[in-house]
């Protein structure tokens, strides 16, 4: 241990301070976890970072304190996002790179050895959870997905039919709410028909996931003013990328699935949707002589 390299000691060092952190992060979303079985096993995993941040104290020597930005980070995502999403943040930050490992191996291989099984114990501890919300990304997904076509192709075709931000923000609401309660109501009769005791549950989730995009792709129609509706158009798009780069980012590091290819997906369906509205409303517009002043 007295030969160790400076890199080698840096590396154990930011370790045992990853371990520190990440106890106190598991402690605090196992105070506010309601679940008896959740908390239970957070608490576990807090109790067992302890013991893991000791061991790298060994090869240290020294006392090494959390770091307060990233506790208070990882508290507030945990809230935001859920503590599945956060413990399968903290797994690839602690995780070892190539390079971080072959050092450790060759000079503490114990220490790589129990790095490896700590990471292996951490990822069955965290399958072990169960948050409710990820039993319902289906639901999320179905009402986000169905938003976004829907109301991104709806705002789109009546920008340039109505060229009037108020005019265009009246009617995305009034079809966004509407639309929000007949996918809630045909979700919840789905999910009865397949027998699924939480089928108001589900369909909530979904209910919920359309309005909040509705909301978010109104709402440039309603801080532009009334002639700019090419700028609130543009805004919107750009908010309808946010939420898909967003929502599958979540899904990619909450369940393991793929990013790209699912972000590239309903980026590519949304835009051709829009892009379609878009130019329907125009040729309406023009057809049907309309001039809404």
């Known amino acids: 241990m007295e030969n160790l390299s400076a890199a080698t000691l ?86 070892l790179s190539g390079a971080e490992y072959d050092r450790l191996s060759r000079e503490v291989p114990e220490a790589a050895r129990m790095a490896l099984e700590e990471h292996a114990h951490e990822k069955e501890l965290i399958n072990m959870l169960d948050e409710e919300r990820l039993q319902y990304v289906g639901a999320m997904v179905l009402g986000l997905n169905d938003a976004l076509v829907e109301l991104t192709g709806t705002i789109a075709g009546m920008t340039f039919a109505m060229m009037n931000t108020r005019l265009v923000a009246l009617s995305g609401i009034i079809t966004g709410v509407s639309a929000t309660l007949s996918m809630a109501a045909s979700n919840y009769l789905a999910e009865r028909s397949d027998g699924n005791p939480n089928a108001l549950k589900s369909s909530l989730y979904t209910g919920v996931a359309y309005l909040i995009t509705v909301a978010i792709l109104v709402l440039p129609y309603l801080l532009f003013p009334v002639s700019l509706y090419v700028p609130a158009l543009i805004t919107m798009l750009a908010a309808v990328i946010l939420i898909i780069l967003f929502f599958n980012y979540y899904i990619s590091v909450a369940k393991g699935q793929p990013f790209l290819r699912r972000f590239g997906e309903m980026a590519l369906i949304s835009l051709s949707v829009a892009a379609i509205s878009f130019v329907i409303g125009i040729l309406v517009k023009q057809f049907l002589g309309i001039d809404i002043g």
Request: charged content about 35%.
């Open 10 to 95: 840096s590396q154990l060092e930011r370790a045992q301070r990853d371990e520190v952190t990440g106890s106190l992060i598991y402690r605090a979303m196992a105070k506010r976890e309601k679940d008896p079985k959740n908390r239970a096993i957070l608490e576990r995993m807090s109790a067992e970072e302890t013991e893991h941040a000791a061991v790298w104290q060994r090869y240290t020597k020294k006392t090494v304190r959390h770091s307060a930005l990233k506790l208070f980070w990882y508290k507030l995502v945990s809230v935001i996002m859920g503590f599945t999403f956060v413990l399968k943040l903290i797994q690839k930050d602690e995780e």
